[in-house]
């Protein structure tokens, strides 16, 4: 069964505070094989996938949208910056539903997620696209 294309527009609430560290920077850096270049204080530019896939996962779990896990293929993802990641950063996220299409027993679920420090300063935006297989097979 298709989702409700009442998702589409739909905002979650913002992920709660997330502090970046030096280790968590390291750890990350370390996970991908990014350059360091930049030293252990400025985050790689992926990095907001850490809050992002957080503000992802209240839509992939929310009861009310009906996603079965099992049936979800990550289609593409992007990510735009504002200004550099910084260890000593409090970061959230704010996923937006942009875009849903259903074709062929698939919805392609378009979502941005906005990354801002807590007093409100936007870092950047992460752009994705899931691929959901309805009907519970």
Do not use: C, W
Not at 11 to 25: G, M, Q, R
Not at 94 to 112: E, F, H, K, P, Q
């Amino acid at each position: 069964m298709p989702l409700d294309q009442a998702l589409a527009g739909r905002t979650f609430a913002s992920t709660p505070p997330y502090t970046v560290s030096v280790e968590k920077i390291a750890e990350f850096t370390t996970a991908i094989g990014a350059d360091t270049s930049q030293g252990a204080e400025v985050a790689p530019l992926t990095f907001p996938i850490v809050v992002a896939f957080r503000a992802m996962a209240a839509l992939l779990t929310d009861p009310e949208v009906g996603i079965e896990l099992h049936n979800v293929v990550h289609g593409d993802q992007r990510f735009a910056q504002t200004r550099p990641i910084r260890a000593g950063d409090e970061i959230t996220a704010t996923l937006t539903v942009d875009s849903l299409r259903s074709a062929a027993g698939m919805d392609m679920i378009g979502t941005r997620t906005e990354i801002a420090s807590v007093t409100g300063e936007h870092l950047g935006t992460a752009h994705a696209t899931l691929v959901h297989r309805g009907g519970g097979k």
